[in-house]
């Protein structure tokens, strides 16, 4: 039974993370009236605690840390945007958010058994990260897949719970398992 669900949850994320990549690839919408008040603009790979908003910052505080999350990197004309979606499996919750401003609660069905939140932060990964920072810091992936696709080279890496996809050697989306 607990294979079912865990089958059952795999292809929850994988759908999901489908889903986003989509999304992250085809991005047309504008939210240019969505702003991240936090006073830190920039962003550098790999660099931990520093790039939560006070929205996220809040969530954490009330239920902690996801059990998963997907996090995508795009650009609207010059300016990065990062959409994530946390996933609190427990309590069957999504949360979404765009560049660090919540935009959305959504509930969601199944059995999930119950998880630690993720070993992963969303704070940890951030635009312009690179093929090269994900594997000095994570080792060779357990598997690769590589495709030419309409502007460049999509590269999707996996890990152990883990999975990056990178367009032209830069970080598009992850999917924390776990």
Not at 15 to 43: H, Y
Not at 51 to 70: D, K, M, R, T, V
Not at 75 to 85: F, L
Not at 125 to 148: D, M, N
Request: glycine residues 6%.
């Amino acid at each position: 039974m607990n294979s079912n669900r865990s089958a059952a949850g795999r292809f929850l994320c994988f759908a999901v993370l489908g889903m986003v990549l989509l999304f992250t690839l085809t991005i047309n919408g504008d939210a240019g009236n969505l702003q991240n008040n936090s006073p830190r603009k920039t962003f550098l790979p790999l660099l931990s605690n520093q790039f939560l908003s006070p929205a996220q910052l809040a969530f954490i505080g009330q239920i902690g840390y996801p059990q998963q999350f997907i996090k995508m990197f795009s650009y609207e004309g010059a300016r990065e945007r990062v959409d994530e979606i946390w996933v609190y499996t427990q309590k069957k919750l999504l949360e979404c958010f765009i560049n660090g401003v919540f935009v959305k609660e959504s509930t969601f069905s199944g059995d999930y058994a119950a998880s630690a939140p993720s070993v992963y932060k969303p704070q940890d990964f951030q635009h312009r990260t690179t093929t090269q920072h994900v594997i000095a810091r994570f080792g060779q992936p357990s598997s690769q897949k590589q495709e030419t696709i309409w502007n460049g080279t999509l590269k999707t890496y996996v890990y152990p719970s883990i999975i990056f996809v990178f367009n032209n050697d830069l970080l598009v989306s992850l999917t924390a398992l776990r």
